[in-house]
């Protein structure tokens, strides 16, 4: 008899436990997945069977109503949910680094953060399409998404800095700049990314809300409209495992990108 013995050291033995866990962890998830729509026998909730067919017709032959391909309607979603990104990054990044290393304006803009943070990507969407119009208002509910998740890890990122590395170089005459450059930026970045690996995740749900109002761009998440208001259950469904792909794929990039720079720098998010 063969005895196998798990190396917590090894590459190869951690990532085959990893393949191992995920493939049960999935075939656990669609058994349970049909268990429960197989017992309910809601018409909402249709098997993991009808779902897959949905899927791979979508891929086949796109969208039968409005004749889109599946191509198009995420080439659609992809590039609000990429201004979004952007328009939070460019954003985020220097308000948080500002508000985490000066501490009398972080209190006072703390509470308007906490007025704003709660309100759902949603409840901007159709004001945000109103004033700014298709091409502005949609990415604006994605990066309000995206925005906050960034902001406060970036902000706890700079406040988890050891203060000592900041008396020791204002006694080695380096000014408030250099400070800044040389040691609050480096020190932020894993926590930058980390902030961005959450807020893309967020993101994704919010590219849904936008495009219930923005219709007219003809995303993924206008799809599942149609899909809903036809009655075509399968279909919405098979539109909710691309949206969740789409995430898992911007996640995963973030968190490779995340581990990479941490170890190159020696340090850990």
Same mark, same amino acid.
């Given at each position: 008899m063969v005895t196998i013995h798990y190396d917590e050291n090894n590459r190869v033995h951690r990532f085959i436990r990893s393949i191992i866990i995920l493939a049960l962890s999935l075939v656990a998830f669609? *058994? $349970?997945?049909?268990?429960?729509?197989?017992?309910?026998?809601?018409?909402?909730?249709?098997?993991? &069977? +009808?779902?897959? &067919?949905?899927?791979?017709?979508?891929?086949?032959?796109? &969208?039968?109503?409005?004749?889109?391909?599946?191509g198009e309607y995420v080439k659609s979603s992809f590039s609000t949910f990429l201004k979004g990104f952007l328009i939070a990054l460019v954003v985020s990044v220097p308000l948080g680094l500002l508000l985490g290393y000066v501490k009398p304006l972080r209190e006072f803009t703390a509470p308007w953060i906490e007025i704003v943070r709660p309100i759902a990507p949603i409840a901007w969407a159709p004001i945000f399409?109103?004033?700014? =119009? *298709?091409? *502005? =208002?949609p990415a604006l509910v994605v990066a309000v998404g995206i925005f906050f998740p960034m902001l406060t890890s970036i902000i706890f990122g700079v406040q988890r800095i050891d +203060?000592? /590395?900041?008396?020791?170089? %204002?006694? !080695?005459?380096?000014?408030?700049?250099?400070?800044?450059? +040389?040691?609050? !930026?480096?020190a932020t970045v894993p926590y $930058?990314?980390?902030?961005? +690996?959450?807020? !893309?995740?967020?993101? /994704?749900?919010?590219?849904?809300?936008?495009?219930?109002?923005? %219709?007219? *761009?003809?995303?993924?998440?206008?799809?599942?409209l149609i899909m809903t208001d036809n009655g075509l259950w399968a279909n919405a469904f098979a539109a909710i495992i691309v949206i969740a792909f789409l995430g898992i794929v911007t996640t995963g990039v973030a968190e490779y990108v995340s581990k990479y720079v941490s170890r190159r720098m020696g340090m850990e998010a």
């Open positions: 669609v *058994l $349970i997945w049909w268990f429960v729509t197989y017992m309910a026998e809601l018409n909402a909730f249709p098997t993991p &069977d +009808k779902v897959f &067919d949905a899927l791979i017709a979508l891929i086949r032959d796109g &969208d039968t109503i409005n004749h889109h391909t599946l399409i109103i004033s700014f =119009g *298709l091409n *502005l =208002g +203060k000592t /590395w900041i008396e020791a170089s %204002k006694t !080695l005459g380096a000014g408030q700049l250099q400070i800044f450059v +040389k040691i609050v !930026l480096p $930058i990314l980390n902030g961005m +690996k959450v807020g !893309l995740g967020v993101g /994704w749900m919010c590219i849904v809300a936008a495009e219930l109002y923005a %219709k007219q *761009l003809g995303g993924i998440g206008h799809y599942l």
